[in-house]
Protein backbone atom coordinates (compact mmCIF):
# COMPACT_ATOMS: atom_id res chain seq x y z
CA UNK A 1 0.00 0.00 0.00
CA UNK A 2 1.31 3.30 -1.07
CA UNK A 3 2.21 5.85 2.05
CA UNK A 4 -0.12 8.83 2.03
CA UNK A 5 1.25 12.34 1.91
CA UNK A 6 0.64 15.72 2.52
CA UNK A 7 2.04 17.39 -1.03
CA UNK A 8 2.74 20.92 -1.25
CA UNK A 9 -0.13 23.19 -3.26
CA UNK A 10 2.68 25.41 -5.46
CA UNK A 11 0.99 27.93 -6.98
CA UNK A 12 1.47 27.31 -10.79
CA UNK A 13 2.58 31.09 -11.98
CA UNK A 14 0.97 32.17 -9.10
CA UNK A 15 -3.10 31.75 -9.80
CA UNK A 16 -3.46 32.16 -13.05
CA UNK A 17 -6.60 30.54 -13.21
CA UNK A 18 -8.25 33.62 -11.73
CA UNK A 19 -5.48 36.59 -12.82
CA UNK A 20 -3.40 36.85 -15.77
CA UNK A 21 0.06 34.68 -14.63
CA UNK A 22 3.19 36.06 -13.53
CA UNK A 23 1.43 39.18 -12.31
CA UNK A 24 1.68 40.65 -8.52
CA UNK A 25 -1.93 40.06 -8.31
CA UNK A 26 -1.43 36.28 -9.07
CA UNK A 27 1.11 35.72 -7.05
CA UNK A 28 -0.20 37.54 -4.18
CA UNK A 29 -3.79 35.71 -4.88
CA UNK A 30 -2.20 32.14 -4.49
CA UNK A 31 -1.21 32.51 -1.34
CA UNK A 32 -4.18 34.07 -0.06
CA UNK A 33 -5.89 31.21 -1.56
CA UNK A 34 -3.62 28.86 0.57
CA UNK A 35 -1.17 27.94 -1.45
CA UNK A 36 2.18 26.73 0.22
CA UNK A 37 4.62 28.26 -2.20
CA UNK A 38 4.43 29.67 -5.93
CA UNK A 39 6.53 28.90 -9.37
CA UNK A 40 7.79 31.66 -11.77
CA UNK A 41 9.58 31.09 -14.94
CA UNK A 42 12.33 32.80 -15.19
CA UNK A 43 14.44 34.52 -18.68
CA UNK A 44 16.78 37.00 -19.07
CA UNK A 45 16.75 40.50 -20.34
CA UNK A 46 18.91 41.73 -22.83
CA UNK A 47 20.59 43.92 -19.36
CA UNK A 48 20.88 40.52 -17.30
CA UNK A 49 18.08 41.21 -14.97
CA UNK A 50 15.81 38.13 -14.79
CA UNK A 51 12.27 38.68 -14.88
CA UNK A 52 9.03 36.27 -14.73
CA UNK A 53 7.30 35.15 -17.84
CA UNK A 54 6.04 31.88 -19.74
CA UNK A 55 8.65 32.02 -22.28
CA UNK A 56 11.22 34.33 -23.96
CA UNK A 57 8.99 35.08 -26.61
CA UNK A 58 6.68 37.66 -24.65
CA UNK A 59 3.47 38.13 -27.77
CA UNK A 60 0.97 36.17 -25.75
CA UNK A 61 1.30 37.52 -22.27
CA UNK A 62 1.82 41.00 -22.35
CA UNK A 63 1.11 43.92 -24.29
CA UNK A 64 4.10 44.50 -25.98
CA UNK A 65 2.51 44.21 -30.33
CA UNK A 66 0.30 47.67 -28.39
CA UNK A 67 3.59 49.35 -29.13
CA UNK A 68 4.58 51.04 -31.84
CA UNK A 69 7.67 51.92 -30.31
CA UNK A 70 9.04 48.31 -30.41
CA UNK A 71 7.56 47.30 -33.72
CA UNK A 72 10.93 46.28 -35.26
CA UNK A 73 12.14 44.03 -32.42
CA UNK A 74 9.91 41.68 -34.10
CA UNK A 75 11.67 38.79 -35.56
CA UNK A 76 12.10 35.01 -35.89
CA UNK A 77 14.43 33.00 -33.79
CA UNK A 78 15.12 29.20 -33.20
CA UNK A 79 14.76 28.36 -28.84
CA UNK A 80 15.74 25.09 -28.25
CA UNK A 81 14.70 23.53 -31.72
CA UNK A 82 11.94 25.21 -32.26
CA UNK A 83 11.36 28.30 -34.52
CA UNK A 84 9.30 31.24 -32.65
CA UNK A 85 8.04 34.94 -34.40
CA UNK A 86 7.44 37.69 -31.91
CA UNK A 87 9.53 39.86 -29.58
CA UNK A 88 11.65 38.21 -27.13
CA UNK A 89 13.19 39.35 -23.73
CA UNK A 90 16.75 39.30 -24.70
CA UNK A 91 16.52 41.92 -26.81
CA UNK A 92 14.81 44.40 -24.39
CA UNK A 93 16.32 46.07 -21.51
CA UNK A 94 14.77 46.43 -18.24
CA UNK A 95 13.78 49.47 -18.51
CA UNK A 96 11.91 48.93 -21.80
CA UNK A 97 10.03 45.98 -20.36
CA UNK A 98 9.17 47.68 -17.76
CA UNK A 99 6.46 49.71 -19.70
CA UNK A 100 4.25 46.32 -21.07
CA UNK A 101 1.60 45.03 -19.02
CA UNK A 102 0.74 42.04 -18.58
CA UNK A 103 -2.63 39.71 -20.54
CA UNK A 104 -4.27 36.31 -19.90
CA UNK A 105 -2.58 33.66 -22.16
CA UNK A 106 -5.64 31.57 -22.42
CA UNK A 107 -8.33 34.40 -22.82
CA UNK A 108 -10.51 31.53 -25.02
CA UNK A 109 -10.62 29.37 -21.66
CA UNK A 110 -10.29 31.98 -18.74
CA UNK A 111 -11.85 35.31 -19.72
CA UNK A 112 -12.45 36.51 -16.25
CA UNK A 113 -9.41 36.68 -15.82
CA UNK A 114 -8.92 38.07 -18.96
CA UNK A 115 -10.59 41.04 -17.75
CA UNK A 116 -7.91 41.81 -15.85
CA UNK A 117 -5.28 42.53 -19.16
CA UNK A 118 -3.56 45.44 -19.19
CA UNK A 119 -3.81 46.09 -15.24
CA UNK A 120 -0.41 44.82 -14.04
CA UNK A 121 2.99 45.44 -15.08
CA UNK A 122 5.54 42.08 -15.92
CA UNK A 123 8.00 41.23 -12.35
CA UNK A 124 11.32 40.93 -11.65
CA UNK A 125 12.05 38.37 -9.65
CA UNK A 126 13.77 40.34 -7.17
CA UNK A 127 9.95 41.54 -6.83
CA UNK A 128 8.92 38.59 -6.01
CA UNK A 129 11.18 37.48 -3.73
CA UNK A 130 10.30 40.68 -1.98
CA UNK A 131 6.83 39.53 -2.57
CA UNK A 132 7.06 36.24 -0.82
CA UNK A 133 9.08 37.71 2.44
CA UNK A 134 5.93 40.06 3.32
CA UNK A 135 3.50 36.67 2.20
CA UNK A 136 5.63 35.10 4.60
CA UNK A 137 5.50 37.90 7.19
CA UNK A 138 1.79 37.72 6.90
CA UNK A 139 1.16 34.15 7.16
CA UNK A 140 3.51 33.51 10.00
CA UNK A 141 4.79 30.95 8.45
CA UNK A 142 7.91 30.42 5.06
CA UNK A 143 6.39 30.20 1.88
CA UNK A 144 7.91 28.93 -0.80
CA UNK A 145 9.46 29.44 -4.43
CA UNK A 146 10.10 26.98 -6.92
CA UNK A 147 11.77 28.85 -9.70
CA UNK A 148 12.03 27.18 -13.31
CA UNK A 149 15.09 28.72 -15.11
CA UNK A 150 13.97 28.37 -18.66
CA UNK A 151 15.92 27.78 -21.88
CA UNK A 152 19.35 28.12 -20.28
CA UNK A 153 21.75 26.52 -23.14
CA UNK A 154 20.03 29.43 -25.13
CA UNK A 155 20.78 31.89 -22.86
CA UNK A 156 24.00 31.00 -22.02
CA UNK A 157 24.96 31.12 -25.86
CA UNK A 158 23.37 34.63 -26.03
CA UNK A 159 25.70 35.94 -23.39
CA UNK A 160 23.08 35.48 -20.83
CA UNK A 161 24.37 32.54 -18.31
CA UNK A 162 20.88 31.97 -15.69
CA UNK A 163 22.71 30.49 -13.19
CA UNK A 164 25.10 33.21 -12.66
CA UNK A 165 22.49 35.57 -12.50
CA UNK A 166 20.38 33.83 -10.54
CA UNK A 167 22.85 33.65 -7.80
CA UNK A 168 23.78 37.07 -8.02
CA UNK A 169 19.71 38.20 -7.41
CA UNK A 170 19.52 35.77 -4.23
CA UNK A 171 22.71 36.82 -2.82
CA UNK A 172 21.39 40.31 -3.42
CA UNK A 173 18.08 39.61 -1.66
CA UNK A 174 19.22 37.52 1.23
CA UNK A 175 17.67 34.57 0.09
CA UNK A 176 20.70 31.75 -0.68
CA UNK A 177 19.86 29.84 2.51
CA UNK A 178 16.11 30.38 2.32
CA UNK A 179 13.90 27.42 3.84
CA UNK A 180 11.43 26.86 0.84
CA UNK A 181 14.27 27.61 -2.30
CA UNK A 182 13.82 25.21 -4.84
CA UNK A 183 15.14 25.18 -8.63
CA UNK A 184 14.21 23.29 -11.46
CA UNK A 185 14.62 22.64 -15.32
CA UNK A 186 14.33 21.20 -18.22
CA UNK A 187 18.27 21.21 -18.56
CA UNK A 188 19.89 19.08 -15.47
CA UNK A 189 23.68 21.18 -16.82
CA UNK A 190 22.29 24.03 -15.43
CA UNK A 191 21.52 22.48 -12.38
CA UNK A 192 24.90 21.37 -11.37
CA UNK A 193 26.26 24.62 -12.62
CA UNK A 194 23.99 26.49 -9.52
CA UNK A 195 25.68 23.52 -7.31
CA UNK A 196 28.85 24.50 -7.72
CA UNK A 197 27.98 28.09 -7.91
CA UNK A 198 26.97 27.21 -3.81
CA UNK A 199 23.55 26.80 -4.47
CA UNK A 200 22.43 24.54 -1.32
CA UNK A 201 18.63 24.86 -1.80
CA UNK A 202 16.19 21.58 -3.29
CA UNK A 203 17.46 20.91 -7.41
CA UNK A 204 14.82 19.49 -9.16
CA UNK A 205 14.99 18.10 -12.85
CA UNK A 206 11.73 18.40 -15.20
CA UNK A 207 11.24 15.42 -17.26
CA UNK A 208 9.42 15.50 -20.28
CA UNK A 209 7.82 12.35 -21.08
CA UNK A 210 9.25 12.22 -24.84
CA UNK A 211 12.08 14.48 -26.67
CA UNK A 212 15.62 15.19 -25.53
CA UNK A 213 17.06 18.50 -23.04
CA UNK A 214 18.17 21.19 -24.95
CA UNK A 215 21.83 20.81 -22.84
CA UNK A 216 22.00 17.50 -24.19
CA UNK A 217 21.33 18.22 -27.65
CA UNK A 218 23.26 20.86 -27.70
CA UNK A 219 26.51 18.93 -26.91
CA UNK A 220 25.54 15.50 -28.91
CA UNK A 221 23.29 16.61 -31.46
CA UNK A 222 20.94 13.80 -32.93
CA UNK A 223 22.52 11.11 -30.32
CA UNK A 224 20.89 12.69 -27.34
CA UNK A 225 19.85 10.51 -24.86
CA UNK A 226 16.08 11.30 -24.90
CA UNK A 227 14.39 11.91 -21.33
CA UNK A 228 13.14 8.59 -21.47
CA UNK A 229 16.74 7.40 -20.31
CA UNK A 230 15.87 9.06 -17.31
CA UNK A 231 12.55 8.02 -16.40
CA UNK A 232 14.14 4.29 -16.12
CA UNK A 233 14.65 2.82 -12.73
CA UNK A 234 18.27 3.04 -13.72
CA UNK A 235 17.76 6.60 -15.04
CA UNK A 236 16.25 7.35 -12.14
CA UNK A 237 18.93 5.63 -9.38
CA UNK A 238 21.57 7.43 -11.25
CA UNK A 239 19.90 10.93 -10.91
CA UNK A 240 19.62 10.39 -7.08
CA UNK A 241 22.59 8.80 -6.34
CA UNK A 242 25.39 10.14 -9.24
CA UNK A 243 29.14 10.00 -7.64
CA UNK A 244 29.33 13.86 -7.96
CA UNK A 245 27.76 15.76 -5.89
CA UNK A 246 27.06 18.32 -8.83
CA UNK A 247 25.29 16.00 -10.93
CA UNK A 248 23.02 14.61 -8.59
CA UNK A 249 19.40 16.01 -7.95
CA UNK A 250 16.90 16.25 -5.40
CA UNK A 251 13.75 15.47 -7.26
CA UNK A 252 11.78 14.87 -11.01
CA UNK A 253 8.91 17.00 -12.15
CA UNK A 254 7.10 15.26 -14.41
CA UNK A 255 3.59 15.73 -16.09
CA UNK A 256 0.57 14.23 -14.25
CA UNK A 257 -0.04 11.77 -17.21
CA UNK A 258 3.13 9.89 -16.31
CA UNK A 259 1.84 9.93 -12.73
CA UNK A 260 -1.42 8.49 -14.24
CA UNK A 261 -1.64 4.61 -15.00
CA UNK A 262 -1.96 4.30 -19.15
CA UNK A 263 -5.42 2.60 -19.81
CA UNK A 264 -6.64 2.29 -16.29
CA UNK A 265 -8.00 6.04 -15.53
CA UNK A 266 -11.66 5.44 -16.53
CA UNK A 267 -13.99 7.64 -14.29
CA UNK A 268 -16.62 4.37 -13.71
CA UNK A 269 -13.56 2.91 -11.79
CA UNK A 270 -14.25 4.93 -9.58
CA UNK A 271 -17.79 5.30 -8.54
CA UNK A 272 -19.12 8.23 -6.12
CA UNK A 273 -16.94 7.27 -3.38
CA UNK A 274 -13.64 8.22 -3.81
CA UNK A 275 -12.68 7.18 -0.40
CA UNK A 276 -12.52 2.87 -1.27
CA UNK A 277 -10.31 3.57 -4.44
CA UNK A 278 -7.34 2.15 -4.84
CA UNK A 279 -4.80 4.49 -5.71
CA UNK A 280 -1.70 2.03 -6.87
CA UNK A 281 -4.45 0.42 -9.67
CA UNK A 282 -5.00 3.82 -11.34
CA UNK A 283 -1.59 5.63 -10.75
CA UNK A 284 2.38 4.34 -12.22
CA UNK A 285 5.00 2.99 -10.14
CA UNK A 286 6.90 6.06 -11.62
CA UNK A 287 6.86 7.71 -7.95
CA UNK A 288 7.73 4.87 -5.94
CA UNK A 289 10.13 4.16 -8.21
CA UNK A 290 11.41 7.83 -7.81
CA UNK A 291 11.11 7.69 -4.06
CA UNK A 292 13.10 4.51 -3.85
CA UNK A 293 16.06 5.96 -5.73
CA UNK A 294 15.84 9.32 -3.06
CA UNK A 295 13.73 11.47 -5.27
CA UNK A 296 11.21 13.49 -4.18
CA UNK A 297 8.13 14.17 -6.85
CA UNK A 298 6.38 16.53 -8.00
CA UNK A 299 3.54 16.84 -11.03
CA UNK A 300 1.89 19.43 -13.41
CA UNK A 301 -0.37 21.24 -14.00
CA UNK A 302 -3.67 20.73 -11.79
CA UNK A 303 -6.18 22.32 -14.53
CA UNK A 304 -9.57 22.23 -14.16
CA UNK A 305 -11.08 23.37 -17.61
CA UNK A 306 -12.61 20.70 -20.13
CA UNK A 307 -10.41 21.72 -22.20
CA UNK A 308 -7.35 20.78 -20.35
CA UNK A 309 -8.32 18.18 -18.33
CA UNK A 310 -7.72 13.98 -19.34
CA UNK A 311 -10.77 13.07 -21.88
CA UNK A 312 -12.02 10.60 -19.08
CA UNK A 313 -12.49 13.42 -17.03
CA UNK A 314 -14.23 15.95 -19.20
CA UNK A 315 -17.93 16.96 -18.85
CA UNK A 316 -20.08 17.41 -21.72
CA UNK A 317 -19.93 21.27 -21.29
CA UNK A 318 -17.51 23.61 -23.23
CA UNK A 319 -13.94 23.89 -23.04
CA UNK A 320 -13.70 26.82 -20.57
CA UNK A 321 -16.25 24.62 -18.32
CA UNK A 322 -15.15 22.93 -15.48
CA UNK A 323 -14.83 19.13 -15.80
CA UNK A 324 -14.85 16.06 -13.16
CA UNK A 325 -11.58 17.88 -11.44
CA UNK A 326 -12.12 17.00 -7.93
CA UNK A 327 -12.25 13.25 -9.04
CA UNK A 328 -9.01 14.34 -10.70
CA UNK A 329 -7.24 16.17 -8.07
CA UNK A 330 -7.92 13.48 -5.58
CA UNK A 331 -6.34 10.66 -7.64
CA UNK A 332 -3.23 12.77 -8.03
CA UNK A 333 -2.63 14.62 -4.64
CA UNK A 334 -3.26 10.40 -3.32
CA UNK A 335 -0.72 9.64 -5.23
CA UNK A 336 2.17 9.78 -3.16
CA UNK A 337 4.09 12.59 -5.04
CA UNK A 338 5.13 15.29 -2.85
CA UNK A 339 4.04 18.82 -4.67
CA UNK A 340 1.07 19.92 -7.44
CA UNK A 341 1.67 22.72 -8.94
CA UNK A 342 -2.13 24.37 -9.55
CA UNK A 343 -3.22 26.93 -11.70
CA UNK A 344 -6.26 27.51 -9.19
CA UNK A 345 -4.67 26.72 -5.75
CA UNK A 346 -7.32 26.96 -4.09
CA UNK A 347 -9.20 24.21 -5.27
CA UNK A 348 -6.17 21.27 -5.12
CA UNK A 349 -5.63 23.20 -1.24
CA UNK A 350 -9.59 22.21 -0.99
CA UNK A 351 -9.05 18.58 -1.79
CA UNK A 352 -5.68 17.75 -0.07
CA UNK A 353 -7.63 18.61 2.89
CA UNK A 354 -11.01 17.21 2.74
CA UNK A 355 -12.82 20.63 2.33
Known amino acids: MR ?6 V ?28 VEPDIVATKDGVLVLRHENE ?3 TTTVADHPEFADRRCTKEVDGVPLTGWFTEDFTWQELSTLRAKERLPG ?45 YFEAAGLPLDELFMAELTEAGWPEHPGLVVESFEKTILGRLHERGFRGSRVYLLESEGAPADRVATLGAAAPGYSTDLTLRGLYALGSAASPADRVDGISVDTAQVLHAGSVSIGLFGEDQGGVDIGAVTSDLVDSAHSAGLSVYTWTL ?39 ADHPDLAVAVRDGR
Do not use: C, M
Open 10 to 37: IGHRGAPGYRPEHTSAAYELAFALGADA
Open 3 to 8: ARRSPL
Open 58 to 60: ISG
Open 109 to 153: LRQASATFDGRYPILRLADLLALVDRASDDAGRALGLVAELKHAT
Open 303 to 341: RPENAELPADFRSDGRDDEWGDWRRLYSILLHSGVDGVF
